[in-house]
């Protein structure tokens, strides 16, 4: 499978081929960088082919950190130290076209959220080949797993998964806020998070990410995003807000929480929410609690307090009305809130 998806990587190419690229990628994403930022100017650097090529040993396998239906991730070495290269491929159900989209709305809101310590910075991207390539901070500790962890028998810490949740919600919270018009990242899950040295969250991937327009308090488009962490209200209407976020993000939580992937535990109810609901009731939260964080709080009332109002958080932010889901600011203060209530255990 390499050797088809990255042909065109390799050395050779051609330089009518190189330069056309430059040219079709290079002023779609002067357009959409002036439509997104209102004509600032955000300066970031340029990296040749052969640079990326030459970092990851032709993007060889031993170098693969994760990988998606449409992009791979690899570690490299640029300018005297280690990166993350991000390459976008196109399949067969995907054009080049929407995958060179894909991959320039990732650079232009990679580098508006650069700014963000709790998002993954952009240092520079490539635009020789024929879908741009992104060049970003290296995350030491490597990307969250589809059960919240850091890969098989590595289940992170409950304080650990608190302080992901909440710089999570943070940034996703910026996202909403901070621009001239709210942003909604649309891909959440588990695998869009990195963790540095000190397991501090990177939130990244913005390739699907979609801006709601002047005037406007939703924006309709086709259905797209990782299945069963997707808003039912988006699936059913097309209809975006920040509260497709918000339910994303509640069914993240859920997963930090019974520290499973959700392919296995929503086969008796429709979504994952559903399933939590159904065995959680009556007080039975410790069912669905991950068995190791239930070992690490022991007895302690405080610990078992502070997972029942994350669990009753996560609910609220999967709710099926989106009038009824928190805004993702007040999700962000809930989790600080829930995260102070107890020092220690």
């Known amino acids: ?26 002023s779609m994403l002067l357009e959409d960088l002036i439509a997104s930022c209102d004509g600032e100017s955000n300066p970031i ?9 030459k970092a990851t040993d032709n993007f060889h396998p031993s170098c693969l950190i994760s990988e998606d239906s449409d992009f791979q991730v690899f570690r490299g070495f640029l300018d005297d130290r ?57 995350a030491a500790k490597g990307v969250l797993d589809n059960h919240g962890g850091l890969g098989f028998s590595r289940s992170l810490p409950w304080k650990t998964r608190m302080l992901i949740a909440n710089k999570v919600a943070n940034a996703l919270a910026y996202l909403h806020t901070a621009f001239p018009r709210p ?28 801006t709601i327009p002047p005037q406007q308090l939703h924006v309709e488009d ?12 988006y699936m059913a209407t097309g209809y975006l807000t920040e509260k497709t976020d918000v339910y994303s993000f509640g069914v993240v939580l859920l997963v930090f929480l019974m520290g499973r992937k959700i392919q296995d535990v929503d086969q008796a109810a429709e979504s994952v929410p559903e399933y939590v609901k159904l065995h959680a009731s009556n007080g039975e939260y410790k069912t669905i609690v991950d068995p190791c964080i239930l070992e690490e709080v022991g007895a302690d009332e405080q610990a078992h307090q502070q997972l029942q109002d994350f669990l009753a958080l996560a609910l609220l932010c999967t709710k099926d009305e989106r009038e009824e889901r928190p805004c993702m600011i007040d999700v962000a203060k809930e989790l600080v809130r829930i995260e102070k209530s107890i020092l220690c255990y």
């Open 45 to 53: 650097c340029t990296y040749s082919a052969d640079e990326l090529v």
């Open 1 to 26: 499978m390499l050797s088809k998806v990255f042909f065109s990587l390799c050395p050779s190419i051609r330089k009518a081929e190189r330069e056309s690229s430059v040219l079709k990628n290079g």
């Open 222 to 233: 086709d259905v797209k995003g990782t299945y069963r962490y997707l808003d039912p209200t």
């Open 82 to 138: 280690s990166v993350l290269i991000k390459k976008y491929f196109q399949e067969r159900w995907l054009s080049e076209a929407n995958a060179t989209s894909m991959a320039i709305r990732d650079i232009i809101i990679s580098m508006q959220m650069s700014t963000h310590k709790n998002a993954l910075k952009l240092l520079g991207c490539c635009l020789e080949f024929s879908i741009p390539a992104l060049v970003l901070e290296y």
């Open 183 to 210: 942003i909604i990242h649309r891909g959440l899950n588990p695998a869009c998070i990195f963790l540095d040295d000190d397991y501090l969250p990177k939130l990244s991937d913005f390739s699907l990410s979609i």
